[in-house]
């Protein structure tokens, strides 16, 4: 019986002990109508050799592609330390730390954490984690909400220019609570929201602007007018950065005069694999005035009866386990893990690593646009600077080249056809600094040749070299 | 000592960044950064000693008894992290076609069946990231369903005083109004309080069985009919899977919506906090709601489910799939219980509370419901000694810690005074419960003989008990300088 | 620089304090001109980031074969958790357990590890490891000589059907010591050490007798008879096992009337990945009469200053840092994570799982055997029961059915030719639990179509399906 | 607790095994096990519990100082575990042809050329499995070359009264007789008592440079042409590599053979007692009694190099090729060094030596050669402290652990009484080693004030002092039920 560890003498004496005679009569509070037979469907158990077998191929059976898409999801460099120690049973199969004394290792380490993002966001408070950046930017908006008391209104400006899966989640979350998100749209030459258009909003009552930096297509937003404008239109900002970019990109604490309100963005650039999407991590962090208002876990430095240092979740009175209907947010289980390997990769890189792989990026992805728009009919759509990505206008159908190079085993980055039709044929490219010189080169030249191709006989199915 | 009091000016772990800086003017002044963060600096073994020395100051599933209610801390295989470790699974970008992503979602896809299998619900999506981004999204279905049919009078959620804080939360979170129905002395749902509260207004109900009290609510079918007659729908928690996985099925008592705590009754690690998985299954009406996205197969062809398909889908609740590691955990889990071992959980966990709950009954403890039967679970009250020693729970858990054992939920649920919520999980050896059952009779001894040597506790750990609210008072939330 | 963790700071003080202008005056007591210059050959350093490339594209450039050779290592599934834990870095990065107080993870595990292998091979008392089992059976020997006050000859009897690499690593050892292994010839119809011809040696003086269980061609050796002979002949007896064998084959403990005197053994099967042949482990038991001769490290339990159970190296007068040129052997390091990791699988299968996992090689085997055998030509050569492995006679080359196998990605044996002409074409396979039926008709089919060209035309080079 | 004290008969982790029992009848029953082997029988939880906490009851270099003299206790990347795991070089077998070896073998080949150049030289075989067994393979090397020449009169190994154990007992498996040389008491060799035993019987003599007493020869040259002349050759046991990494080169110094530990300069792991690697390098002369196998490339391919390549050659030391897996890691340490990381080693660790000895010698310390600098280690006395206040080298040893301080190397070499051999590393931070200082002195001053507290030590372990007299003369060696 895998993870059973039942010996038969052990289950005679306990039932004896019960005063039973089986296991099954241990159920007999379940109306027998109700009782289900066997599970038929569900295969028959496997051994960890099976499992294993069938692991390795389904993983194989993806390959690995190289990987020339961002959009939401880098490719960096994880010491090896990283995943090492954050899988060392203790941190791994931890609950989340409800007695402190018993914890002390994961609590020490979150309010690490907590004095790691709020260096590198420059605001005053973070907490130890949201699902994801998507998630936080939904629990960022509710907080602007309900903090936002000169606004009455429920409604949140959004840039066109933020991660289209971000609109969408934040939409979904928050719309049941009757808050509207209201576009604002941008600049087609600098790929920037437009502050002209921008202002056509003044005067009218939103609780919040959210500041993409950078932007879904990689392009750096005007960071300090956004947040002056907003606090000058009575709005709260929410920052929503990559904190990987923050290494080098001014910190949302000190956008503009008083710096944003509320910051939240994706972690996973801190640490976590690709892996599909996920387990990554949600930051959001705040001005202190606002602390009261934060959804999830934060941890206190606080002293023991000997008077020594010790650790502790708390404010533990905005949360659903005390607060109930009332807490500041539903969510319970968080990301604790990813963040603990994140801790660890900001103490490893510092923040000259982080710097140093933020430029590298930026170095990569000047060098890939270079190779790409090297190419007859391949050129950059905005002219805004970049950081992690870049919008090029390709002379053939996006979804046929990244269809034909996919064949090839290369991802050659997102289309923005569906969620930004205006764009023409445009492709969002990210390289980040695990992309070498060769990478692109490969790049390059499979591309020179899925154009040649589809110019000369186009919608061709299966390409032939 | 923190890590940034080991930091220096200067000191580096270089093996780790890129060894030169590259150019950065190619970004305008006015948005970069003028100073560098204030990120600790270390060598690489430095950190190294200092996250492992850290970690040994937790307890764990991998090194203690954790019998902690309703969060089901059993053994995590540790083939889980290998296998959702393969490098072929961690270089997968979430936006890989799906000419690259068959494997992967052959795993999803399987995932999605066997839960449906388990929890007799007609689909599930996959995509909730934990128990309370699940609940958030089976609420939000329920009020999808009713708004699609145009019935907007429907304003209420009904929860049990015993749920768990995230129902109510999710369920405001979701834009209702919540009431609370009264638990019964024998544990149950008081039905007639519940029969006082239902009608028109009622969006439906939230409940998990065996509910958060440890025992099975026996008039289930009642309640389902009940509900059901007043136009509401059935919610359930899924946190406590594990009681009744492969015995008794929630679609089978009548429920509309379900969402499981994978990072329960799956085993995938709790990491300190997260990250879970928390997918929802529905019955058929509930189906054109469902988060996206999903993972259909056509007999040769694994494949996304997003807007397009699913055009009245609640929407998307994280960037990409939720936590697609969390799955691949489960996933293995599931396979490698198959559908014999899923029985073994549900009947070993039980026959452990069963066996806890009996022994420490005859030690002199007192049950909160003694005549029922347990369920995976079970609740303590420490209301006599709390009353007549001066020990309470809070001093009965931070002394279980002394002795080597992660105290069970302490006051939860709130409607049972001084209470522990003890949940041992099947992957405990018995003796590990004797054990248990030795330290809580020595406890009590204390408690009698040297009351003070309890309420003092914890003795033996990193730090004595702590200030809480000093913590929260004197807020101290990051390192300065 | 990495791994270095002084700042100029730290350097300038500790200059200071020394009282030196640099650190290069530390030297200042090497001859001048010994001085080298700079490492010019050496290349410049990698970061991480560099070198897990560089590593990923050797590792992926070996491809994955098939595998169907054993011929002393073997594929075998290993629970994850097993190196999971072995590479904690308390295990991972701790030294030999010198100071007791400080180590009792490491030597409580060894001292369960010895208990284990004495429960595995009926011996008395096991040491912690020597480097493999070939350098375990060079100091089997060693002790064989010192111990047998019986023989003068200082000549041990060793089977042509031991390894040949185990031949070769004892005699590269022991030639030093003038001790001389003497060969006893093989039948050639049951694949077993000739008795008779064994019989010839009756009377002689030799220190001791070795035997191999299984033998190199998988034969099981008739270990009763031969214990016996040898205790007859004023032989000691070593046995050379697989320990993962020994969960079903009679324990050395036992053979004959009174047991083996030494047994020794390659640990890899016990949780040791093939990884190119090592870090492995030799296995080393004796009789409790012979532990003072013993090389190597034992644990031995005993109390501390307040009565409490401990472990601590024992018996440490037979150890080179004691005893010095008259130490038991010149061994200091051993195989400890390798034992480390040994210990925790063998926890985890138990003697069931070792058991079940040796009947599934066997059956294996046998299904292997079946599937090549159908095949025209293709003929088993001993008639003896085998474990692990089996020889076969192709109707072609070894040589060059073994080079088109793999150039198919497939592993098809140990060609024998080299050691063992006098069997014509014979190659050892072997398929172990992890080789699924799949695998076995992938090397059947595979196997066919090579002979079948081979036959057509031999010596083709390139071969065009 | 043992493993054997949780098993219970019948109790198993069956997710580790084939689902069934094969049939065995193609054993002879006389062949077969009667009764199963008695090894512990516990469920997958018992055994991750069970050695996750013995882990935790080890120092170790991820978690404490560890000065421990002679043994290089320096920081492991973590990076080498990761990169040699990788499937690719795991699944590997040893007798894979070298179509399927290429990138392995590219690996073994680079590394026999980084060891030639930081050694000097001429050729480098990597096969030996430990530091012991390099000694073996040098000294089996330097009587093969005698052996070749006729010279059948050679009989001695001369070998520092300082040497490491191994040193005698290698040269003795060779068939060889030993001698010791004095040291004098400025640390270096007595030549003038060398030059008194140098003779025709002398095969040749065994040292490291820098000294086990931690000081630089600085008369090798001499010594090397006064060895050579009496027609012996010179072994070097670079077990001290780490002090001279790019500084100085053996075969520059006129040494014949050299062995490396890999596991101590090259930064693989020790593993609580290995595996290390231990390869020998020789000059042009020794080169054909090389041990097999070794790596040779053509320009375009890497190949083996055996027994046909090298008949001369003293053969084969393990099965196959040696710790493959060590050399990987040794690989890789070595690459992310590169040609400056190299002169960083013995810079930084001869610094934080001489700093560590200079501010223990200030605090009223001994040095047991204070006129001489340290290399990367150096020896306290503690004569004075044993002699004055009965506690001893031991005493304090074992004080340091109550601290998280593993002591360093204990009464070696013999020759220096109540000492402690101290090799900090080039990887401790200075805070580090400031701390060893200030709890040196804190010992210091308890064994004159309360000299029990230091006799009784360790308080703080697992354990307290155990004996080691009883563990010897009542051998219990293995758990009998
Ligand atoms: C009964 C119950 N419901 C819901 C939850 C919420 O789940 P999660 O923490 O994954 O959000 C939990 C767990 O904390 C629970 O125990
Ligand atoms: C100076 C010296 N020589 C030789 C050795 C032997 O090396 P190994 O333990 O790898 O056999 C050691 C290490 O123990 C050593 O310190």
Redesign the pocket.
Known sequence: MPFIPHTEEDIREMLAVIGVDSIDELFDEIPPGLRCGTLDKIPEGLSEMEISRLMQARAKEDGQPLCFIGAGAYDHHIPAAVWQLATRGEFYTAYTPYQAEASQGTLQLLYEFQSMMTALTGMDVSNTSLYDGASALAEAVLMAVRANRKSKSKRILVPRTLHPSYRKVVDAIVRNQQIELVEVPYDQVSGRTNLVELDGFSGEDFAALVIPQPNFFGVLEPVDELTDWAHANGMLTIGVVNPLALAILKPPGEWGVDGADICCGEGQPLGAPLASGGPYFGILCSTQKLVRQMPGRIIGRTLDLDGKTGYALTLQAREQHIRRSKATSN???NQGLVVTAATIHMALLGAQGLERTAAACLASTQKLTEALTSLQGVEPVFEGAVFHEKVLRLPISPKDALKLLAAHNLLGGYDLGGEYPELGNAVLVCATELRTDDDIETYRSKLERVIQTQIQTPCQLKPDW | MLIYEQSRPGRHAPAQAPQEMADLSAIPESLRREQSAKLPEVSEMQAVRHYTRLSQKNFSIDTHFYPLG??TMKYNPRAGNSLASLPGLLARHPHAPETHSQGFLACLFDLQEILKQVTGMHAVSLTPA????G?FAGVAMIRAYHDARGDAQRTEILVPDAA?G??PASAVMCGYAVREIPTGSDGDIDVDALKQVLGPQTAGIML?NPS?VGVFERRIEEIAQLVHAAGGLLYY?G??LNAILGKVRPGDMGFDVIHM?L??TFSTPHGGGGP?A?PVGVSQRLEPYLPIPMVDFDGHDYRWLTEDDRPHSIGRLSAFAGNAGVLIRAYIYARMLGRDGMHRVSEFSTLNANYLLKRLMEAGFDAAYPERRASHEFILTLKRQAKELGVNTMDFAKRLLDYGVHAPTTYFPLLVPECLLIEPTETEAKEELDRFIEVMQIIQQEAQTDPEQVKQAPHSLPVKRLDDVRAARELDLTWVK
């Open positions: 969510i319970c289980t | 309703s969060c934990a128990g309370a981004q609940e768990h995230t129902n998990t958060t928690d946190a406590n705590n990072h329960k879970g928390g």
